[in-house]
């Protein structure tokens, strides 16, 4: 993503979780993405916050939203990833499954 992103002359701002992890590769701050206060901090001046992986806490991402801080992709989606039941569900109906009522899910 950092190649591409500064041949477009974009301005990357990366919070890794510790030092000495592969994101800290590009990171700008170290701190707990789990920690509102924290995350909250690091996007003052951002115009967009995404995320890597689907450990982000939902409420995290509710008070950016919250903030007045774009998502993207949003919470949904990231709520689909966390949960896979919620993900069958919306990819529509193929088999039943019991877990969600005998309701048909995708494969």
Do not use: C, N, W
Request: aromatic share 2%; hydrophobic share 50%; glycine share 8%.
């Amino acid at each position: 993503m950092i190649p591409p992103a500064v041949e477009l002359g974009l301005e990357l701002r990366v919070l890794a979780e510790i030092a000495g992890t592969s994101a800290s590769l590009a990171a700008t701050a170290v701190g707990d993405y789990r920690d509102v206060a924290t995350v909250l901090a690091f996007a003052e001046g951002v115009d967009v916050i995404t995320f890597d992986h689907e450990h982000v806490p939902q409420e995290v991402l509710a008070e950016l939203v919250a903030s007045g801080i774009p998502v993207r992709p949003g919470p949904d989606a990231l709520a689909v990833a966390q949960d896979k039941l919620v993900m069958r569900a919306a990819r529509g109906p193929r088999h039943p499954d019991p877990r969600l009522g005998g309701a048909a899910v995708a494969r």
